[in-house]
């Protein structure tokens, strides 16, 4: 498989994931607001690790968002400004998943789409595919 290939893969599992949470937050009543977050990490993961295999790098099996950004910025710069918005989506990799005695709130899912769509759009057009 060619490496656009693996980077078109990548980049559309994370768009996908991005479409994913909007509709769960839009779509449902009551909202889905815990999946929908999840998946605006996972989106935003999987966008960044899509620009990494563009670079052509070889990144660490990890979902911390902000470390692949930081990652990202030794390649863009641009990525150093999404830095806060990365540890604040991280979370939801696992809180999302599992009960928690925090309920994430309607404000907080509508600034983590924000977030996570910001993201995910620097990527691909980054990647320009």
Request: hydrophobic share 35%; glycine share 0%.
């Amino acid at each position: 498989m060619s490496d656009m290939v693996w980077v078109r893969r990548w980049l559309e599992r994370a768009l996908d994931d991005l479409d994913t949470a909007q509709l769960l937050y839009e779509n449902y009543h009551p909202k889905k607001l815990e999946a929908s977050c999840y998946h605006c990490q996972q989106a935003v993961e999987k966008a960044l690790k899509a620009y990494l295999n563009l670079k052509e790098y070889d990144f660490p099996y990890t979902h911390d968002c902000r470390k692949l950004c930081i990652l990202c910025a030794d390649f863009n710069e641009q990525f150093y400004s999404y830095t806060d918005d990365c540890v604040d989506i991280t979370p939801f990799a696992t809180q999302a998943r599992y009960p928690a005695n925090d309920e994430i709130t309607e404000a907080e899912t509508k600034a983590t789409l924000r977030k996570a769509e910001r993201i995910v759009n620097l990527c691909a057009s980054l990647i320009n595919i």
